[in-house]
Nanobody, 120 residues
Framework: QTRLVESGGGLAQTGGSLTLSCVASGNIFTINSMGWYRQAPGKQRELVAMFTRADGTKYGEFVRGRFTLSRDNAKNTVTLQMKRLEPEDTGVYYC??????????????WGQGTQVTVSS
């Protein structure tokens, strides 16, 4: 079993910055992908940024160079630095990871979510 623990988030003003971090722990042989989704009220969950071993890092179209996803493979951690925040960035941000365990089974995991609120 793998657990994702998120930290960061909170309240920011338009044009401000926030940083989100996610740590994976548990039965982890390797992480195939890890990153962030978000969900705004009344909207579907959408990709923010995701690193995959096959394709590198991808960002949602709305990011437009404002966010940067970094990872620390040794610590099974990803960090999302968000700059030039806009009110439209408000939502619950979820960490997601696809993990191979030591039994070579792949499973998809989600964090509990962390709220990001950007005031205008």
């Amino acid at each position: 079993q793998t657990r994702l623990v998120e930290s960061g988030g909170g309240l920011a003003q338009t044009g401000g910055s926030l940083t989100l971090s996610c740590v994976a722990s548990g039965n982890i042989f390797t992480i195939n992908s890890m990153g962030w989704y978000r969900q705004a009220p009344g909207k579907q969950r959408e990709l923010v940024a995701m690193f995959t071993r096959a394709d590198g890092t991808k960002y949602g179209e709305f990011v437009r160079g404002r966010f940067t996803l970094s990872r620390d493979n040794a610590k099974n951690t990803v960090t999302l630095q968000m700059k030039r925040l806009e009110p439209e960035d408000t939502g619950v941000y979820y960490c997601n990871a696809a993990v191979f365990d030591y039994e070579m089974a792949q499973s998809d995991y989600w964090g509990q979510g962390t709220q990001v609120t950007v005031s205008s």
